[in-house]
């Protein structure tokens, strides 16, 4: 049963999960990554060693529904992959199990300004 709701995540991310992520959201990223989060990239190796964000670990999506990862759940992730389907995928399934989670997308979506509103 638990893989058929990961499937069907997926799946339904396929369709749904490519949106944008907000400025807001990715502002907190950023400072969660200031204060010691980790940038999660949930790509395959042979994708993260082609291009990917400055400090980011490599963690496929494949590890993470094997719930194969090495990681403590006191640090906050801040995922991302190439269309922002895998990484929210993956998002649900790690907060399903105890991390604090942002996902932000893609690395474009990191990357781009934001515009900052007081």
Not at 30 to 48: H, M, Q, S
Request: glycine share 4%; hydrophobic share 45%; net charge positive.
């Amino acid at each position: 049963m638990k893989k058929l709701i990961i499937i069907f995540l997926f799946i339904v991310s396929l369709f749904f999960g490519c949106s944008r992520v907000s400025d807001e959201v990715l502002l907190q990223a950023r400072e969660a990554v200031k204060n010691g989060a980790l940038i999660v990239d949930v790509r395959t190796p042979k994708e993260f060693k082609v291009k990917h964000i400055a400090g980011a670990i490599n963690v496929p999506i494949a590890e993470i529904m094997k719930n194969n990862i090495n990681l403590h759940k006191d640090k906050e992730l801040v995922l991302y992959c190439r269309t922002g389907s895998r990484s929210s995928v993956s998002a649900k399934v790690l907060r399903k199990q105890g991390w604090k989670v942002y996902d932000v997308a893609t690395q474009s979506d990191w990357e781009r300004s934001v515009k900052l509103t007081r």
